[in-house]
């Protein structure tokens, strides 16, 4: 009883301050670009430093204590989505203790917030370096590599047989003998991946998101989105949201 009425008293002094939590959204979008590897978009999301992160709980009177709590639970969530994502276990356990132990000796929350990014940066390249396991040759990770940091732009296979230094034909039989599809078919999939997380967590209408990854024009990404997932953006976003509040059937 005594809990439930100091829990309560916490609550209500939170929305007397306008206490407002980090949104839920962004937080997902942040470990989604680690799982998937996604250096260039957790750089980004990174910039910003922890202890200035708006809606951190408040788990500790002690300013200091309370930024190691929050980074001990984020490095926790990191691991456990990269786990996922197909990190083997001890990997992601390791990198997480060394990081947690890091942060315990740090002795001002700046430090901890320069650790931040570190942490993250760490487990989304080791992330990316999984989608490289099975290829034997340097020059198709080297494709895969740029490919990654270059969705929001048109990508040809002139550019990445620019990038590797071999002839296109080569490149092209070479990326379909080790990766087991076409250049074209392969960039067009990771597109309209980023494309699905960025209309379930971010606020980008359809529109918007054609242009940011570079689709020639709406209807085209409109079709080739309903091609690959049977469903239009919109609905598709609409029947996330209806299973996130309706839960496994």
Known sequence: MEFEKELFYREFVQREDEFLRAPYNPEIEFYNSIKAGDVERVKELCKDPLVDKPGLGRLSDDP??????????????????????????P?????SDYF?????????????????PKMCLEY???MR????????????????????????????VHDL?????????YLSRLFKKE?????????RRQKLETAKNMLVYSDYRAA????????????YFTELFHKYTGLTPGDYKKEYFRKSLTGPQ
């Open 64 to 89: 200091l204590q309370n930024l190691k709590f929050h980074f001990v639970i984020t490095t926790a969530l990191v691991a456990r989505y990269c786990i996922q994502g197909g990190m083997e276990l």
């Open 91 to 95: 990997a992601a356990y390791g990198l």
């Open 100 to 116: 947690i132990q890091k942060a315990d000796k740090c002795l001002r929350t700046e430090d901890i917030s320069r650790l931040h």
């Open 124 to 126: 989304a390249k080791r």
């Open 129 to 156: 370096d999984l989608r490289k396991n099975a290829i034997c040759s340097i020059q198709i990770a080297q494709c895969i590599d740029y490919i990654y940091d270059h969705l929001h732009a048109r990508i040809t």
């Open 161 to 169: 047989a620019e990038h590797v230094h071999l002839n296109e034909s």
């Open 179 to 187: 990766v087991g599809t076409s250049i074209s078919e392969y960039i």
């Open 208 to 219: 918007e998101i054609a242009s940011i990854l570079s689709f020639p024009s709406q209807s």
